[in-house]
């Protein structure tokens, strides 16, 4: 028997014919005929604007604006300039996609839970609920609750006043303010050494149910905590105590802050339109959580309310948080219909800009980068939270 | 060759052919216009005086009737226009990529629009200004008593800047709250939301007149904040039909000049001795050759729609629903402003 000879060294082999050389050039050619698209593309639409005369160039975010803002939480003035109006614009939209982003999930949340309840009366409630609210399109909704408050609310004249200070009419709900003194900084330190407190408190009392099993009282001293050591910021800084109050001028309220009926048109809408949403993904979530965990409730004899907010709701979290992140981006997108109802959000100062300069394309691309941003954010913030909460398994 | 081999070489060259592509032109307007047997117009979706069209599809209106002067020019047929209703945030967009024509939509002719948009204005058809309209029950005279009142305003348009700037300017601070479409602009004034409405002069008039329910409860007030020539305009890089599209007007201003009307062109074109009449109906010398089109192209223009003062009289004067005054927009030699080149 002749030795095995050793096997001859595995060469590369880089011929027309290998597989290799086939896969590196086939990436290639598909990445150079994407960018050659994008390129050609690009520069059709530029050449063409130049041949027409259309003027393009981001120039135009350092140009005074010319135009006013209805309602922002930075001051801003018509002689301030377009990247100024376009921040004052994020500014809104964010303002109504955090907000309705919390009181979305909150309120989704009980709607959810509440669909698996044992009362009848909860569970159709609920389930009429969110058939109703998912199965309308949001801008009609949007219109409809416009349509309530601007028509069903008294004109400024004739103005509710439910305490003093306090107007709701058809300018939307006008309240006092406390103004900004310089030693409201002792009353920040103060609410923040509470918040620092309550934390402390709280990893305390874990600590201890996990060494002795006796737990001991949580929410109730952190809040008091937070409050007294604010309260005592507050007493420490001279006890600024000045507030701006709403007033009637000529013809409208003056002073105070405000929350005008197209905010709180498109914060209510896609509270209770997106709300329905996660309803449903909570719901799901906690029928995935398999059924022995309820049967060992039971067992360990825990009530309904303590089974679903120790047991069920934790181990349904994995489930519920992707399709909740998709529900969190679909609400800051669909805060653009605003400009439908009047809310000065993104994209309704853009079209304004847009329709001003004639720089129709930057515009547009500008509005893409913003939303493109904020939902990178969320969904990377989302992803993180996910990971955190995965189960570990051994 | 081996089917892989082909494929990646088919892939490179689509590649290649891709990189040297050049940049699409746009063609010539006019020739397309012919090609197609329609004019594609550009108008406002609803503004009852301007442009409106009722429940079977037939628009009239200022606006309107200059594009059918041009299709009667063109096209030898005031009927043959398609008709793109656009908002304000659409119709400069609409312009440039081509879809229609010519935009006859109470467009006003600002330095903005026209250096950098990629159009052209081709005259001014209508001098409006901006003004306000308040309910009598607020017992609002004047605009400088407006401090702090919220307005109501469509985005896309002039009116935002202007209100802006005359709020500064007399220190007024009053709050704009802007809607995209004019009928919610329109539905929030008249719920009550804003105390004032704001839209260029005739504008109020048409709404006030369409949306109201008691006309007579809204006051229009005297004082006109801005300028707001209104004019047709068409795209840049063709220069004739931006000619054609200037003299179709000009035509129709210099006919009431000379008393012609839609009754008694046919009479003037067969009978009158003036030469002025008679060049421009195209019985002594041929104009229109000049412009690319036959001699009777203002004839077809007048037989149309009438001359410039039957249009205004027919759509936005005595004779319509809005009853606005000639005002600016009588002849020259009639204290006003419209004054059109002589057709020679």
């Known amino acids: 028997m002749k030795p095995a000879r050793p096997a001859p060294p595995k060469k590369r082999d880089w011929s027309w014919r290998s597989q290799a050389l086939r896969s590196v050039l086939y990436q290639v050619l598909a990445l150079a005929l994407v960018f050659s698209a994008g390129y050609y593309l690009l520069g059709n639409t530029l050449e063409n604007m130049r041949l027409r005369g259309i003027k393009s160039g981001f120039d135009f975010i350092t140009q005074p604006a010319g135009f006013g803002i209805g309602e922002s939480i930075i001051p801003f003035d018509s002689a301030e300039s377009y990247g100024k109006a376009f921040a004052v614009g994020l500014s809104n939209t964010l303002r109504v996609a955090v907000v309705g982003i919390v009181l979305a999930t909150l309120l989704g949340t009980l709607i959810g839970i509440g669909r698996l309840s044992r009362n009848v009366l909860l569970r159709s409630l609920c389930g009429a609920y969110v058939e109703f609210f998912r199965n309308v399109p949001l801008l009609l909704q949007l219109f409809i609750w416009y349509f309530i408050l601007t028509e069903t609310l008294p004109t400024i004249e004739e103005a ?161 948080i992707p399709p909740v992140t998709s529900q969190y981006l679909n609400l800051t997108k669909n805060s653009s219909l605003a400009v439908a109802v009047g809310y000065p959000d993104l994209v309704s100062i853009s079209t304004t800009s847009l329709n001003q300069t004639g720089r129709a394309i930057e515009c547009i691309a500008l509005i893409m980068a913003c939303y493109l941003t904020l939902s990178l954010l969320t969904s990377w913030y989302m992803n993180a939270y996910n990971r955190r909460s995965l189960l570990k398994e051994r | 060759m081996k089917l892989s081999k082909l494929s990646t070489l088919a892939a490179a060259a689509a590649a290649v052919v891709t990189l040297t592509a050049t940049p699409a032109h746009a063609g010539k307007t006019i020739d397309a216009i012919k090609a197609r047997g329609q004019v594609i117009c550009g108008v406002n979706p609803s503004l009852p005086g301007f442009a409106a069209a009722d429940s079977q599809g037939n628009w009239t209106g200022f606006d309107v009737d200059i594009c059918k002067a041009v299709s009667a020019t063109v096209l030898s047929d005031a009927t043959k226009v398609k008709w793109t209703p656009l908002n304000a945030s659409q119709r400069f967009a609409a312009l440039q990529a081509g879809e229609i024509d010519v935009l006859s939509r109470n467009t006003t002719w600002t330095l903005t629009r026209d250096a950098s948009l990629g159009l052209n204005f081709t005259g001014v ?54 809607f995209e479409t004019q009928e919610a602009t329109n539905k929030a004034y008249f719920t009550g939301r804003c105390q004032v409405y704001t839209t260029d002069a005739s504008g109020l008039a048409s709404v006030r007149n369409k949306e109201a329910t008691n006309p007579a409860d809204h006051l229009i007030l005297p004082d006109l904040i801005s300028k707001e020539p209104l004019g047709p305009s068409v795209r840049r890089g063709d220069d004739e039909w931006f000619a054609i599209v200037k003299w179709v007007v000009f035509a129709l201003i210099e006919a009431e000049e000379y008393g012609i009307t839609q009754a008694n062109v046919d009479q003037m074109k067969s009978s009158s001795t003036d030469p002025v009449v008679q060049r421009i109906l195209g019985t002594s010398e041929d104009t229109g050759k000049l412009l690319g089109l036959d001699k009777e192209w203002a004839y077809r223009a007048i037989k149309a729609v009438g001359n410039y003062g039957e249009m205004f009289e027919r759509n936005l004067g005595p004779n319509s629903t809005l009853k606005l005054p000639r005002g600016a927009n009588n002849l020259w030699s009639k204290g006003g402003l419209i004054y059109a080149p002589p057709v020679r």
């Open chain 1, 160 to 320: 509710l006043r439910p305490l003093p200070g306090v107007f709701f009419s058809k300018n939307g709900l006008q309240f006092p303010v406390p103004v900004w003194a310089d030693s409201h900084i002792f009353t920040l330190a103060g609410f923040g050494l509470g918040l620092l407190g309550a934390w402390w408190w709280g990893r305390q009392t874990r600590q201890h149910f996990e060494a002795t099993g006796r737990s001991r009282p949580v929410w109730l001293p952190g809040l008091l905590l937070v409050m007294g050591m604010g309260l005592l910021g507050w007493l420490a800084g001279g006890s600024p105590a000045a507030l701006d109050i709403p007033e009637k001028s000529e013809l409208n309220v003056v002073g105070g802050g405000s929350v005008t009926p197209e905010y709180m048109t498109v914060l209510v809408g896609l509270t209770i339109y997106t709300a329905a949403y996660i309803a449903e993904i909570v719901r799901g979530g906690i029928q995935a959580v398999p059924f022995g965990q309820h049967e060992a409730s039971a067992a360990l004899g825990l009530s309904r309310g303590k089974e679903v907010r120790l047991v069920l709701l934790p181990q349904a979290l994995r489930v519920i």
């Open chain 2, 125 to 178: 058809t209508y001098y409006d200004g901006q003004g306000f309209m308040v309910t009598k029950k607020s017992k609002i005279t004047s605009a400088k008593q407006l401090k702090g009142a919220t307005v109501c305003v469509q985005s896309g348009t002039t009116t935002e800047k202007n209100l802006a700037d005359y709020s500064k300017a007399m220190k007024l601070n009053m709050k704009p709250v802007v």
